[in-house]
């Protein structure tokens, strides 16, 4: 069997790859886009591991898996893989950590107007007013989406006292076969205070003091919070958007933040890369803007979970059992 990898390398993962029988494993320098890969070194690939694959997929006549080191895969669904026979991985599991540590951080960030300590550090004002000194706990926090992002954001929330509230597609359950961190995330599905199905959103949104975006962006999430979602919340809740900038109509984002529809925002997915200079998002003083750094190829364990990831599913696949993170064809699609 042959494998290539187009990834950064985990020497002690690919030694635990390498020592299983019959695998051929072949190393291309990875590139932050998708290319032409010679057909001599990619026509007997059956499995491959990196996040573009080859634009010369015709040439892959073998390739039966992918595994990608990401949670999204909006780089996959014009590729018709369903059709071709090639089942795919993502890397669901591998950014749970660090993004619910970003969600907590602008949770608590956003209640004590940080931004506005750090101006008045900056400008040497003494300012001890009430609004520097909320607390979080006993809040409510609505998660829109419950895969393992939001399962670990409700772990890190719960043990903080806020109170969870989800809504979801279809009543919460357990997570399945999802990697998981150890000790990580709700496996069981058993965190939520409160949930809400499809035709409950008005219910949802009115009486949180965050809306956490935790869904993948699809064809039919797609500017899925527009000026009535916006509206529907509270004036006093903040929203966080650690997930996909598109998820949230800009130009509604934007009116929000003006007409004082929301308290404000930590914006972490953005709908340019980078962000323009001169976006208006950059000025609002109740905005958090990071540079899409909740979760990426920089976290301190992308590296190892991604191969961790990686070669359990190159084991399973080799003893016939059930893949991590497998897509479904409507994934795929981009459904």
């Not at 369903?82 to 960030?109: H, L, Q, S």
């Amino acid at each position: 069997m042959n494998i290539l990898i187009d990834m950064f390398v985990d020497a002690v993962a690919l030694e635990r790859l390498q020592s299983k029988h019959g695998l051929s494993v072949r190393l291309i320098e990875p590139e932050e886009h998708a290319r032409p890969v010679a057909a001599e070194i990619v026509g007997d690939v059956e499995i491959l591991f990196g996040e573009f694959p080859p634009e010369n997929l015709a040439d892959m006549p073998a390739l039966k898996l992918i595994q990608i080191p990401t949670a999204g895969h909006n780089q996959l669904h014009h590729l018709d893989l369903p059709a071709k026979g090639v089942r795919v991985c993502n890397a669901r599991g591998n950014f749970d950590v660090p993004i619910a540590e970003w969600n907590i951080a602008m949770m608590v960030n956003l209640a004590r107007n940080l931004r506005q300590m750090i101006r008045n550090q900056d400008t040497g004002t003494w300012d001890r007013a009430a609004c520097f000194q909320r607390e979080i706990r006993g809040s409510i926090v609505g998660l829109w989406g419950y895969g393992g992002l939001g399962r670990e954001t409700a772990r890190a929330a719960k043990a903080m006292g806020l109170r969870v509230h989800v809504l979801t597609r279809k009543p919460v359950g357990p997570s399945g076969n999802i990697y998981r961190v150890p000790g990580t995330g709700d496996p069981d599905g058993v965190l939520p205070d409160r949930e809400f199905l499809p035709g409950q959103e008005q219910e949802f949104f009115s009486d949180l003091d965050f809306l956490i975006l935790a869904m993948p962006l699809t064809k039919t999430t797609r500017g899925i919070v527009g000026e009535r979602e916006l509206q529907s919340l509270p004036r006093s809740a903040f929203v966080l958007n650690p997930a996909r900038g598109p998820l949230i109509q800009e130009q509604a984002l934007l009116k929000a933040l003006e007409s004082g529809w929301i308290a404000g925002a930590a914006i972490d997915t953005h709908y340019y890369y980078p962000m323009p200079a001169n976006h208006p998002l950059w000025r609002f003083p109740n905005v958090i803007m990071t540079p899409h750094i909740s979760g990426s190829s920089k976290s301190t364990h992308y590296i190892d979970r991604s191969w961790d990831i990686f070669v359990s599913n190159v084991e399973r696949y080799l003893a016939g059992e059930q893949l991590l993170n497998e897509l479904t064809p409507a994934q795929l699609r981009g459904e």
